[in-house]
């Protein structure tokens, strides 16, 4: 399968911990976004990649989230002292630069938070 | 700030029925336009997209939209639907040559066999 891949699939944690979620994009893709979708809503915005430079945050993303993509490849949305509001489906996708690129999403890490 | 505003929340349609789902998006300039259609227990894909040219967009399983610029709307049509097609559909936009897409809150379709 060469779409966007994410993991892990399910996450349950505590409140106050620490969790990390990892998301392959499309190989040939150079841009990576991250979303945010909770129950009945549509996926949010939080932020955008290309290459490794973080180009675009959404004032959605608090100061416990920080996003990487160190090497232009993979991707890691960490969020620290997690609440029960950021339960929700943590989506990623890939583009391909461009003016009329689309972005190609990932199956989702659903993080609940107890 | 761009928005997108989708009329119908749930939707429940007999085979062969029409539909049209309604979206309308709030941003004066340029703008991008996508239908993105999530199955049960599958991820987002994408329906459809405008981004110039003929405001008639046909897209994948027989869907096509519709870009109306003076009523900033797009909405989404397919004539005869299938039990298949039981789904919940996106409306996005982005614009402003920023790459945040913004997505409408979605409608649910089931269809009746």
């Known amino acids: 399968d060469t779409g966007v891949s994410q993991d892990p699939r399910h996450k349950i944690t505590k409140r106050g911990q620490n969790v990390t979620f990892r998301c392959d994009p499309i190989s040939e893709h150079n841009r990576l976004y991250w979303y945010r979708q909770t129950l009945g809503q549509g996926p949010e915005f939080l932020t955008y990649f290309q290459n490794e430079a973080q180009l675009e945050k959404s004032r959605l993303l608090s100061d416990r989230f920080s996003a990487e993509r160190p090497k232009g490849s993979f991707s890691t949305l960490e969020i620290q002292r997690t609440e029960q509001g950021d339960s929700a489906m943590y989506l990623c996708a890939s583009s391909s630069a461009g003016s009329t690129d689309t972005q190609y999403f990932g199956p989702g890490t659903r993080l609940t938070v107890l | 700030a761009q928005s997108v505003s989708q009329h119908n929340h749930h939707v429940i349609l007999s085979e062969a029925a029409s539909l049209e789902l309604g979206c309308n998006y709030s941003y004066g300039g340029t703008v991008n336009l996508f239908w993105y259609v999530q199955y049960p227990g599958q991820h987002l894909q994408l329906l459809l997209k405008?981004?110039?040219?003929?405001?008639l967009v046909k897209g994948i399983k027989g869907f096509e939209a519709e870009f109306i610029k003076s009523k900033f709307s797009f909405n989404l049509r397919k004539p005869s639907v299938q039990w298949s097609d039981t789904a919940e559909y996106f409306c996005?936009?982005?614009?402003?040559?920023?790459?945040?897409?913004?997505f409408g809150i979605g409608t649910k379709l089931q269809v009746i066999p």
């Open positions: 996005a936009v982005n614009s402003g040559g920023y790459q945040k897409v913004t």
């Open positions: 405008y981004f110039s040219g003929d405001p």
